[in-house]
């Protein structure tokens, strides 16, 4: 289901470089660029470097959210590594 409402409040940003994104944004966190990761919202599995950035036109905050924005809310707090289940 797409959620028509978010599409009007956060926009895709296009970012030329993923990795150099990720590690100005996050530079407390180890590398999981390469990782696969599970989106708890959608349950689909990608490559952490598949993800979208969304920035919210009001307030101009950006966030990485799932490679399926906007049919799936997920963000990146919800990524969880692809084999968490079974550890
Ligand atoms: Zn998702």
């Known amino acids: 289901m797409i959620d028509y409402n978010k599409k009007m409040i956060y926009e895709e940003v296009t970012v030329k470089n993923k990795q150099d994104y990720y590690a100005q944004n996050n530079p407390f966190v180890e590398d999981r660029f390469n990782e ?50 079974t550890r």
Do not use: S
């Not at 959608?42 to 924005?69: G, L, P, S, W």
């Open 36 to 85: 696969k990761v599970c989106c708890l919202h959608c349950d689909d599995e990608f490559i952490f470097d598949e993800f979208k950035v969304i920035r919210n036109k009001t307030t101009n905050e950006e966030y990485i959210a799932c490679k399926h924005f906007p049919e799936c809310n997920g963000t990146i707090i919800d990524f969880m590594p692809a084999d968490y289940k």
